[in-house]
């Protein structure tokens, strides 16, 4: 049943997510994500790769790990904002900016927070950066998405920033996902040669 492997995916990933963030070596922490994450998408039957995706047997593509991209930032004030995004055919994804976070040099950029309305709500901070089109999908990447578990966590009013977790939305690898992409106050105009990439 389609709604039982769908919660078994997302227990997967929440599963995964938390091995992470037990991890006290970054780089291993980062090398268990990527191995997870060719695990399940090689045979989830949820895998978001079609079946007949070279991708499936070599595993998805990565920069290599670069522990100068890892960041423990507050969270800094923003004006709320809500938006509502088309997902799924006629459903929208509703969304509120909670605030902001502030990439050092050499981005030098901020990034809008998003606390998602479905799921019960969680944090979303998608990226779109100068790869994108070229080295990464179009639309950006994802970085946190912990209303499905994808958490790197933090520590009071600081959240885990490590850009080497950027991955693409489901919809990169089929068109039949919708999926919400980086407004422009998630998107900066340097290169993050960081993460999955194409």
């Known amino acids: 049943m389609i709604e039982l492997e769908l919660a078994e995916w997302r227990r997967a990933v929440a ?4 091995s992470v963030r037990r991890e006290a ?16 998408f090689r045979s989830h039957p949820q895998s978001p790769l079609l079946p007949d995706d070279p991708l499936r047997t070599t595993g998805v593509p990565y920069w290599p790990y670069d522990p100068d991209l890892r960041f423990a930032l507050p969270l800094e004030p923003a004006e709320p904002r809500e938006l509502a995004l088309p997902t799924d055919g006629d459903s929208l994804t509703g969304m509120r900016r909670i605030g902001r976070v502030r990439l050092p040099a050499p981005f030098d950029a901020t990034l809008d927070v998003w606390w998602l309305h479905q799921y019960g ?16 999908y179009g639309g950006g990447r994802y970085l946190l998405d912990s209303a499905k578990g994808a958490d790197l966590g933090g520590e009071g009013d600081r959240i885990v920033v490590d850009l080497n ?26 290169e993050i040669r960081a993460g999955e990439r194409l």
Not at 15 to 18: F, G, R, S, T, V
């Open 15 to 18: 599963e995964l997510y938390a």
């Open 25 to 40: 070596d970054p780089a291993a922490a980062h090398q268990l994500w990527r191995t997870g994450r060719d695990s399940l």
């Open 121 to 136: 709500g969680g944090l979303f901070l998608p990226v779109r950066d100068a790869t994108a089109g070229t080295a990464s």
């Open 165 to 190: 977790f950027l991955y693409h939305p489901s919809c990169r690898y089929d068109p039949a996902w919708q999926c919400p992409l980086a407004q422009p106050g998630n998107t900066i105009a340097a």
